[in-house]
């Protein structure tokens, strides 16, 4: 057994255990793989895959256990290396920030730039998905961090910290009748409202929040990204709830924003990376910059 063994049990899974991919991003030809994975198994006395004929299909028992080892050998390899590059305080690398449309353009900008000024020779690369996929991006070594509010919690593997809390606001244009009087769920409820997809930017607090008041949202639209929930509010479809941090009174002066924190519960946005990742420098750097600026947001909100 090697590691190069190893690696290819990696690899197939990344590939959906597909032969001809997994030699490619290997450089290696299929018939090299084809054979690692027979010694392996020789060795080990018992297969690794299901298969049918030659395609693999997935792992078998023995194969799932042997591969929540090998996850840990290929982040020990990655910790090393970090450790390493820490030591000589090498300042080239590569941060990979996985996170949602939301947190990408209202929270990261300042952080970014500050990150950059300090260390120019590392490149940024910034995903956007959701928040489902985000965590799945943690477990694949595809991302060093992750940004988000929803599902994190969910994750016993992960260390989280909070980042910053924040409400949502009800955009409407200006003159609606949600303007004057009370605002409350039921008046809410019988608006057609626009607001964020499943398991995106608090949309479970939402769903608690008219739930815990026996109240059916009519939902109309759903997005993952604010900036078409106000396109489509200002086309006249409905009221829009988004984000308060989505809201820039500047660019958004058609339309006017109305405060939901006494209807709809707090949401806070967390910073997630695996337990075992050893941080760089760099990326405890960037960490930083992100709690500076949720703090700022913080006070902002509070003001």
């Known amino acids: ?11 197939l899974q990344e590939t959906d255990f597909n032969l001809s991919k997994a030699a490619e991003k290997m450089h290696v030809v299929q018939s090299a793989v084809s054979r690692q994975l027979q010694l392996l198994e020789a060795e080990l006395g018992s297969p690794l895959f299901e298969r049918h004929g030659k395609r693999l299909l997935g792992l078998t ?10 996850e840990q050998i290929h982040q ?6 970090s450790m390493a590059d820490d030591f000589r305080a090498n300042r080239n690398g590569t941060l990979h920030i996985a996170t949602t449309h939301t947190q990408a353009k209202y929270l990261l900008p300042v952080p970014v730039q500050k990150f950059r000024q300090q260390y120019p020779g590392i490149k940024i690369y910034m995903v956007q998905s959701s928040p489902d996929n985000l965590i799945d991006l943690l477990h694949r070594h595809q991302a060093d961090i992750a940004i988000c509010t929803e599902k994190l919690a969910d994750d016993d593997r992960l260390v989280l910290r909070p980042c910053y809390e924040w409400h949502h606001v009800v ?11 009370l605002l409350t769920l039921q008046r809410l409820a019988e608006e057609p409202i626009l607001t964020y997809s499943p398991g995106f930017t608090g949309r479970t607090a939402i769903e608690k929040a008219f739930n815990d008041a026996e109240l059916q949202p009519d939902i109309i639209l759903a997005a993952a990204d604010s900036d078409v929930i106000k396109t489509y509010v200002r086309l006249g479809l409905g009221v829009g709830i ?3 941090t989505s809201y820039e ?17 707090a949401s806070v946005t967390k910073i997630a990376y695996l337990k075992q990742l050893y941080l760089p420098s760099y990326c405890r750097y960037f960490i930083d910059k992100l709690l500076e600026q949720a703090q700022l947001k913080n006070h902002q909100s509070e003001i």
């Open 1 to 11: 057994m090697n590691l190069n063994q190893l690696d290819l049990l990696r690899i």
């Open 61 to 70: 028992p023995l194969g799932e256990r042997v591969m929540q080892e090998v």
């Open 76 to 81: 020990a390899k990655k910790n090393i290396q």
């Open 171 to 181: 955009i409407v244009p200006k003159n609606h009748r949600l303007t004057s009087g």
């Open 242 to 244: 988004i984000a308060e």
């Open 249 to 265: 009174p500047s660019k958004d002066n058609d339309l006017i924003a109305l405060d939901l924190r006494r209807l709809i519960p």
